[in-house]
């Protein structure tokens, strides 16, 4: 079975200040891997997807995850954060080939970014 | 047109009414999703449509029940609701036919049943 654990439900950062959020998964298949960002009330919207090749992914609003195989682990990194990064971030996993990309979400990591 | 989006924004409703939840997106995509997302929790897959075709109903209490008319529209009918319903139900869309299916969110509608 497929399983993402998010391992900080909680982090709080000041402004400015890097950020690292952790994601790890478990699956018996290959799999895609994506983070979202959900700001209050609002819907998700895709952050960055790691799909083949190269094990650092860039995404929007400057940040970036890293891939690692061997650590079966998909952290989302941003060097420097904003007030407007306060938000809830998922990180979720997709078997390949899986029928109709049904998605297994982590429980999600609230971020506070403090001024 | 990358946007999903749903009507209404909220919903109050009581738990002997009938009310509908719609979801409409203009990419082309042939498989929509319904999500319901309670406080602080990811997201929980209900629905999957594909091709206009009931794909996937994740043991869904019958009185959600979800309408596919048309490739760009989606419904989801409310009735009898319980108070532990109200939550967020949030639309998806995709393109099943691409190996990694990027599904694309609505902002949800939020729904309280009284």
């Known amino acids: 079975a497929q399983s993402v654990t998010q391992l900080d439900s909680q982090v709080p950062v000041f402004e400015e200040a890097p950020v690292e959020l952790r994601c790890n998964y478990s699956?018996?298949?290959?799999?895609?891997l994506f983070w979202y960002v959900q700001y209050p009330n609002q819907g998700l919207q895709l952050l960055l997807k790691?799909?083949?090749?190269?094990?650092l992914v860039k995404g929007i609003n400057g940040f970036e995850a890293e891939f690692n195989k061997s650590q079966t682990s998909f952290h989302l990194r941003k060097p420097s954060v904003h007030i407007s990064d306060t938000a809830e971030y998922f990180c979720?996993?997709?078997?390949?080939?899986?029928?109709?990309?049904?998605?297994?979400f982590g429980q999600g990591t609230i971020l506070t970014v403090h001024p | 047109d990358t946007e999903v989006t749903q009507t209404p924004k909220h919903l109050v409703m009581g738990m002997t009414n009938k009310k509908s939840l719609k979801c409409e997106q203009h990419?082309?995509?042939?498989?929509m999703y319904w999500y319901k997302q309670k406080a602080k929790k990811p997201p929980e897959l209900m629905f999957v449509?594909?091709?206009?075709?009931?794909?996937i109903n994740e043991s869904v209490p019958s009185r959600f029940s979800p309408e596919c008319p048309n490739s760009s529209l989606l419904n989801l009918h409310l009735h009898a609701l319980q108070p532990e319903d109200s939550a967020l139900y949030l639309c998806?869309?995709?393109?099943?036919?691409?190996?990694?299916?990027?599904?694309?969110f609505g902002p949800g509608t939020r729904l309280t049943v009284l």
């Open positions: 990419m082309g995509h042939r498989a």
């Open positions: 998806a869309s995709g393109d099943p036919g691409l190996a990694v299916v990027e599904q694309f």
């Open positions: 790691y799909l083949s090749g190269s094990t």
């Open positions: 979720a996993a997709q078997n390949r080939g899986t029928s109709y990309g049904k998605l297994t």
């Open positions: 699956s018996s298949v290959s799999v895609y």
């Open positions: 449509y594909s091709y206009e075709k009931l794909s």
